[in-house]
């Protein structure tokens, strides 16, 4: 199946550093990928939705300065986190969708970042 | 807005036996897409199966496989002879047709008794 990696893993940051986090498709190309935010216990949330080379679309109440999305290739998908607050801290998950027939993407899942913000 | 339900937040099953994990979803769409996703512990979300809304035959996949009824919109997954690896939170998921957006419902637990 497809595989989507995603790094790092956890980080730990001071509050009003910034953290960028990497998404990658490994093994197909992903004209779309998605970001999600899962709090503890919670289902995931969208945050945002990113086209290769065109802006990232936001969900209502994402601050798209705060969460600066790129997708500068077709493998390839940054989060960036700025100025960090420890409210920022949550588990970041990164979806790529694959074409399937049809037009019907399947979104497969990157592993997670945890992130922690002091 | 779409929205998915799934009324069990949590599921327990016997070893060897068999589940079935409930998911309603609303929508007034008429092409849409349906998954189940699994996530462990380790939080990785893994795909378990998939239905486009315009076929009528119900997905398989191995062990699980879903009852899908388009008009009652409902979306029930069926893991026979559960086995421990089973043990997860499973998500239902929609996907319009027509956008990219997914819709997750808020999740069951399933716990698998040796």
């Known amino acids: 199946g497809a595989v989507v990696s995603q790094h790092p893993s956890w980080v730990i940051c001071k509050s009003g550093t910034s953290v960028k986090i990497e998404c990658r498709s490994l093994?197909?190309?992903?004209?779309?990928m998605f970001w999600y935010r899962q709090f503890p216990k919670q289902s995931l949330m969208l945050m945002a939705t990113?086209?290769?080379?065109?802006?990232?679309?936001?969900e209502q109440g994402v601050e798209k300065d705060k969460f600066l999305i790129n997708h500068a290739s077709l493998t390839l998908s940054t989060l960036t986190v700025t100025s960090a607050h420890p409210e920022d801290s949550s588990f970041y998950i990164c979806?790529?969708?694959?074409?399937?027939?049809?037009?019907?993407?399947?979104?497969?899942f990157g592993p997670g970042t945890r992130l922690l913000v002091l | 807005a779409q929205t998915v339900t799934q009324s069990q937040p949590e599921m327990s099953v016997q070893e060897a036996e068999t589940v079935t994990l409930s998911c309603t979803y609303d929508?007034?769409?008429?092409?849409?897409?349906l998954f189940w996703y699994k996530q462990p512990p380790s939080r990785q979300m893994i795909l378990v199966i998939r239905q486009e809304a315009y076929k009528q035959q119900n997905a398989t996949e191995n062990r699980f496989s879903v009852n899908f009824q388009k008009a009652a919109k409902s979306f029930s997954l069926k893991i026979s002879d559960s086995q421990l690896g089973d043990a997860a939170m499973y998500f239902c998921?929609?996907?319009?047709?027509?956008?990219?957006?997914?819709?997750f419902g808020a999740g069951t637990r399933l716990t698998v008794k040796p």
């Open positions: 979806s790529a969708a694959e074409p399937h027939h049809r037009g019907g993407e399947t979104q497969y």
């Open positions: 929508t007034s769409e008429s092409d849409y897409y």
């Open positions: 990113s086209n290769e080379g065109s802006k990232a679309t936001y």
């Open positions: 998921a929609y996907r319009s047709a027509y956008n990219n957006d997914m819709r």
């Open positions: 093994d197909f190309q992903a004209t779309t």
